[in-house]
């Protein structure tokens, strides 16, 4: 059983900073994708970056210049460093690393950017 394992969510104010980490219990050398997705309370999950097993980097225009993704292979795992945090930056944050066959997901994060 694949187990992702989330942590470095929490509360900040604005304009701070967090680092997400997921751990993964397997290797993710042969992953093709890992991501970051966040849900904010009623709305839809949605995608906030992408690494992919190249390097090659995406973001969502609403985090571009302030969230960076970065995965650590030796680790197995996967990061997000969010700066510049506005109060809509507010939900909760889930890795997802995708092989050929299947993905899997962390149990999310929280992270809570007040005023």
């Known amino acids: 059983q694949v187990q992702l394992v989330e942590s470095g969510g929490g509360a900040v104010q604005a304009g701070g900073s967090l680092r997400l980490s997921c751990a993964a219990s397997?290797?993710?050398?042969?992953?093709?994708?890992m991501d970051w997705y966040r849900q904010a309370p009623g709305k839809q999950r949605e995608l906030v970056a992408t690494?992919?097993?190249?390097?090659?980097?995406n973001y969502a225009d609403s985090v571009k210049g302030r969230f960076t993704i970065s995965r650590d292979n030796a680790k197995n795992s996967l990061f997000l460093q969010m700066n510049s945090l506005k109060p809509e930056d507010t939900a909760v944050y889930y890795c997802?690393?995708?092989?050929?066959?299947?993905?899997?997901w962390g149990q999310g994060a929280q992270v809570t950017v007040s005023s």
């Open positions: 690494i992919t097993s190249g390097g090659s980097t």
């Open positions: 997802r690393v995708s092989f050929a066959r299947y993905e899997y």
């Open positions: 397997v290797s993710i050398f042969s992953a093709n994708t």
